[in-house]
């Protein structure tokens, strides 16, 4: 079992910057692929970006690519969504999923294929 944290979130006017972080713990000794999602109210969750278990691999959604940057930390256990020039758009819950990684440079988009989740965290982009 993995427990996924998420915090970073918060009001940023757009144009700003916000970091997010993922913390994981339990059985964190295997090794996870991570995805950012999130999700508007009424709206399916959408994929946000994806970084392999080392970090070699990293993919992005066409509405985040050259603003978000996700990047990790595992000698402290922790992936990172750093967010710049943000959009009244991106205003979101954001969440953190792990899957065990499968050791490939494949990405994954989809929810189902993550095994585990957080609680998400709310970011709101407003003036």
């Known amino acids: 079992q993995v427990q996924l944290v998420e915090s970073g979130g918060g009001l940023v006017q757009p144009g700003g910057s916000l970091r997010l972080s993922c913390a994981a713990s339990?059985?964190?000794?295997?090794?996870?692929?991570v995805g950012w999602f999130r999700q508007t109210p009424g709206n399916e969750r959408e994929f946000a970006a994806h970084?392999?278990?080392?970090?070699?691999?990293?993919y992005y959604a066409d509405s985040v690519k050259g603003r978000f940057t996700i990047s990790r930390d595992n000698a402290k256990n922790t992936v990172y969504l750093q967010m710049n020039n943000l959009k009244p758009e991106d205003t979101a819950v954001y969440y953190c999923?792990?899957?065990?990684?499968?050791?490939?440079?494949?990405?994954?988009?989809?929810?189902?294929?993550?095994?585990?989740w957080g609680q998400g965290t709310r970011v709101t982009v407003s003036s």
């Open positions: 999923a792990a899957r065990p990684s499968d050791y490939s440079r494949m990405y994954y988009t989809l929810t189902f294929k993550y095994r585990y």
């Open positions: 339990g059985s964190t000794s295997s090794s996870y692929a």
């Open positions: 970084i392999s278990w080392n970090g070699d691999v990293t």
